[in-house]
């Protein structure tokens, strides 16, 4: 897995000035989104620049939760694939959805991150009670000398290109329209936690992640995933340019734990590594079975042998589905069982 040049994710007092900006939360960085964001990164006064807010506003206004497809350090590889040359988070509070458009501009736009120009998408909306739109943007903006580009919306033959759609293919375990939608796999990323054990008792020891709780994950259940083992501070695992075929369990644990909350686990097959203080990158490549509950240990574990077999089909050809590999000794923290 090759990743290109990392750029900055800064405060808006940390941006390097002037700039040329997309607005916008860019969840999931769709073709629709993309088409914003080329407007900024073409010749021309300004430093290409994607400005968004955290937390989402409607988390401050609404108290809703908001999943994201892919958090703020996530946007990253693939804005700087973009041409896009700095991430700026705007925090978002009460004191800023206060502010008048022309407040907002004046003091973000122009005080904060000296705009030469700007672009957003048609259905951009923004300050007090969300009464400015596009146009209010563009006259506003026009009064500071900053022009603006409104993109019109996208669509494909089942309709708008939107974020929504993303999540709603992900809900269902419809990975590859999800990964038609975002032009890209969908993935996810968790540090290795401590487990109890229960995969290496059943012969199948796993690696339990730890998922920021903002990211949106796919329907609960069983998956063939490729995935991509990093260790802190240091580079992937040598031979992981592809990934390594996985099965990963998404949700709780309905025989051996019922009462169990929700987790991501993920078993390495036919390689036996040790995993402590490492990052895991999966990449679900398609829903084997949903969540079931099981008469017992023993239909539980032939069960997770048949997983296992229809992931190695599944992978063959994908990622790397080697013979069997020991890379290294076996210490107890093997696959975190």
């Known amino acids: 897995m090759v990743y290109p040049r990392l750029i900055p994710l800064l405060a808006a007092a940390a941006a390097q000035r002037p700039t040329a900006i997309a607005i916008g939360s860019f969840d999931g960085l769709h073709a629709g989104h993309r088409r914003v964001i080329e407007a900024v990164t073409g010749p021309g006064q300004g430093l290409p620049t994607v400005v968004s ?19 703020p350090a996530e946007k990253l590889p693939v804005l700087a694939s973009l041409g896009i040359r700095q991430l700026v988070l705007v925090p978002f509070d ?13 003091q973000v736009l122009v005080g904060q991150l000296a705009a030469r120009r700007i672009a957003v998408g048609e259905n951009f909306r923004f300050g007090a009670g969300r009464c400015g739109d596009a146009a209010a943007l563009r006259r506003i903006a026009a009064d500071h000398g900053i022009a603006v580009q409104v993109v019109p919306m996208l669509h494909d033959a089942r309709g708008r290109v939107s974020s929504s759609r993303i999540r709603q293919a992900l809900a269902a375990a419809d990975l590859a329209e999800a990964g038609r939608l975002l032009q890209r796999p969908y993935r996810f990323s968790g540090p290795v936690v401590s487990g109890r054990g229960l995969g290496r008792q059943l012969g199948w020891p796993t690696a339990n992640l730890a998922i920021d709780p903002h990211k949106f994950l796919p329907m609960e259940g069983v998956y063939a995933a490729l995935v991509w083992v990093q260790r802190t501070g240091a580079d992937l695992q040598p031979g992981q340019q592809h990934g390594w075929a996985a099965v990963m369990n998404l949700g709780p644990q309905p025989t051996v734990d019922p009462a169990a909350p929700s987790a991501v ?9 040790d995993l402590t203080d490492c990052t895991i990158t999966v990449q679900p490549l398609a829903l084997l079975r949903t969540q079931q509950r099981f008469a017992g240990l023993a239909a539980l574990t032939a069960q997770i042998a048949a997983d296992a077999d229809q992931a190695r089909f599944l992978t063959a050809g994908v990622g790397v589905a080697e013979p069997p590999a020991d ?11």
Not at 53 to 71: A, C, I, M, T
Not at 265 to 272: F, G, I
């Open 265 to 273: 686990e993920v078993h390495l097959l036919d390689r036996r590594i």
């Open 94 to 106: 009460r004191e800023l959805a206060a502010l008048s458009p022309e407040r907002f501009v004046a």
């Open 327 to 337: 890379e290294g000794s076996d210490p107890p923290q093997q696959q975190n069982a």
């Open 53 to 71: 807010f955290w937390p989402h506003p409607r988390e401050v206004l609404r108290g809703e939760r908001r999943l994201r497809l892919d958090l």
